[in-house]
């Protein structure tokens, strides 16, 4: 094998992962459809770059050119190429988020292959979940967990929906539009995004407006002896009044409409005009915050990355780009014994999470813990 590790999706995140595992030592080759994308890659990271055709054709020839393959690519089409590099016999890292009902097929496929992978490596999911199973193994268990994660422009107010796009806009836009979950009762329900919103002071950070999101993923089956879990995305105040208008003219609606002959998804389009309107602006943060609570004490895991001038970086990028790399990396140091890793697992295991909580902070990114009787 040629390479340590192929990036497979040259776009933000890819970008970022692409230089946190070069800083580790890593030799990297770029894949993508893209070649705008890849001369990136070659310019400002000095890495090899491969150009393929869209779909999964392309992937079997990826198969004895790298130890590992990260992938970034967007939410509408990992599912399908995460599947198959997993029933392939790949080693693969994934940002993305795949189906969490089907955790147990891809074991069986990892079993069958022998391939073997680590799933929702970004920020959230990702570090949030590691973040989770930390605080239920800390406090042994939880009577309540709830996670308020977001990316957020450093200067909101001059802008449309007071924000900026600095990740994928389709994912951006598709949390407003589908049902969430959430854990009442020891009940699975289902909601409305905005049917659970509210204001929320970070430690150290301004004041939030929030609404409910669809990200606890494999918490649903991994910790569902936890009576309460909800997980939430942060806003600037303000911003959800304007993107429910969005969502109330139908602008992020996912049945086609006929314009003039086209058929045309409103949400892609919109995903399209933020791309162009409100990806200019790098300076970024992305806050996240793990709020664990057991009997009469509340503890809270919080980590914020903001843009990086220097590394021309946004803080996005960086919070889940650097995720993935780092738990890519653990991957391909064997620290993992499972076919199919999810990221609390790292957090639930106490020397795992030690050695999670010395990569990232080598990567740059920095987790806090207080705790407080309530």
Same mark, same amino acid.
């Given at each position: 094998?040629?390479?340590?590790?192929?990036?497979?999706?040259?776009?933000?995140?890819?970008?970022?992962?692409? %230089?946190?595992?070069?800083?580790?030592?890593?030799?990297?080759?770029?894949?993508?459809?893209?070649?705008?994308?890849?001369?990136?890659?070659?310019?400002?990271?000095?890495?090899?770059?491969?150009?393929?055709?869209?779909?999964?054709?392309?992937?079997?020839?990826?198969?004895?050119?790298?130890?590992?393959?990260?992938?970034?690519?967007?939410?509408?089409?990992?599912?399908?190429?995460?599947?198959?590099?997993?029933?392939?016999?790949?080693?693969?890292?994934?940002?993305?988020?795949?189906?969490?009902?089907?955790?147990?097929?891809?074991?069986?496929?990892? +079993?069958?292959?022998?391939?073997?992978?680590?799933? %929702?490596?970004?920020?959230?999911?990702?570090?949030?979940?590691?973040?989770?199973?930390?605080?239920?193994?800390?406090?042994?268990?939880?009577?309540?967990?709830?996670?308020?994660?977001?990316?957020?422009?450093?200067?909101?107010?001059?802008?449309?929906?007071?924000?900026?796009?600095? $990740?994928?806009?389709?994912?951006?836009? $598709?949390?407003?539009?589908?049902?969430?979950?959430?854990?009442?009762?020891?009940?699975?329900?289902?909601?409305?995004?905005?049917?659970?919103?509210?204001?929320?002071?970070?430690?150290?950070?301004?004041?939030? #407006?929030?609404?409910?999101?669809?990200?606890? +993923?494999?918490?649903?089956?991994?910790?569902?002896?936890?009576?309460?879990?909800?997980?939430?995305?942060?806003?600037?105040?303000?911003?959800?009044?304007?993107?429910?208008?969005?969502?109330?003219?139908?602008?992020?609606?996912? #049945?086609?409409?006929?314009?003039?002959?086209?058929?045309?998804?409103?949400?892609?389009?919109?995903?399209?005009?933020?791309?162009?309107?409100?990806?200019?602006?790098?300076?970024?943060?992305?806050?996240?915050?793990?709020?664990?609570?057991?009997?009469?004490?509340?503890?809270? %895991?919080?980590?914020?990355?903001?843009?990086?001038?220097?590394?021309?970086?946004?803080?996005?990028?960086?919070?889940?780009?650097?995720?993935?790399?780092? %738990?890519?990396?653990?991957?391909?140091?064997?620290?993992?014994? $499972?076919?199919?890793?999810?990221?609390?697992?790292?957090?639930?295991?106490?020397?795992?999470?030690?050695?999670?909580?010395? #990569?990232?902070?080598?990567?740059?990114?920095?987790?806090?813990?207080?705790?407080?009787?309530?």
């Amino acid at each position: 094998m040629g390479y340590d590790v192929c990036i497979l999706g040259a776009g933000r995140i890819g970008y970022a992962a692409a %230089y946190d595992f070069k800083k580790l030592g890593y030799k990297i080759l770029a894949v993508d459809i893209n070649e705008n994308q890849l001369k990136r890659f070659e310019e400002n990271l000095d890495v090899d770059t491969m150009k393929i055709e869209p779909g999964i054709e392309s992937l079997p020839k990826l198969k004895d050119m790298s130890r590992l393959i990260a992938s970034s690519l967007p939410i509408d089409i990992s599912r399908e190429y995460v599947e198959y590099l997993i029933g392939n016999g790949f080693t693969v890292v994934d940002v993305s988020s795949v189906s969490e009902d089907k955790i147990s097929y891809y074991e069986k496929l990892a +079993r069958e292959s022998g391939g073997k992978a680590f799933l %929702y490596a970004g920020v959230a999911p990702g570090m949030a979940q590691t973040l989770a199973g930390a605080l239920y193994s800390e406090l042994e268990g939880l009577d309540k967990l709830e996670i308020y994660v977001g990316g957020l422009p450093l200067e909101p107010e001059d802008k449309p929906l007071k924000t900026n796009v600095t $990740w994928n806009p389709l994912g951006f836009l $598709w949390q407003y539009n589908i049902t969430c979950r959430k854990v009442v009762d020891g009940e699975v329900v289902g909601m409305d995004p905005f049917e659970d919103t509210g204001v929320i002071s970070l430690p150290g950070e301004d004041e939030y #407006e929030y609404f409910l999101s669809d990200g606890l +993923r494999t918490l649903l089956y991994t910790l569902k002896d936890v009576p309460y879990m909800a997980e939430y995305t942060l806003r600037v105040k303000g911003h959800l009044k304007e993107v429910r208008l969005l969502r109330d003219l139908g602008l992020i609606d996912l #049945e086609p409409i006929d314009v003039d002959g086209c058929k045309v998804i409103p949400l892609k389009y919109t995903a399209k005009i933020l791309d162009k309107r409100l990806s200019k602006d790098p300076r970024d943060k992305t806050l996240l915050a793990v709020y664990g609570y057991s009997g009469d004490v509340k503890s809270i %895991y919080y980590s914020y990355t903001y843009y990086n001038e220097e590394l021309g970086l946004t803080g996005m990028q960086m919070a889940t780009g650097f995720n993935l790399a780092r %738990y890519g990396h653990m991957l391909l140091e064997g620290l993992f014994e $499972w076919d199919i890793t999810l990221p609390e697992y790292v957090g639930l295991d106490r020397e795992l999470f030690r050695r999670y909580l010395r #990569e990232v902070e080598d990567a740059g990114l920095k987790i806090y813990r207080v705790e407080e009787r309530i």
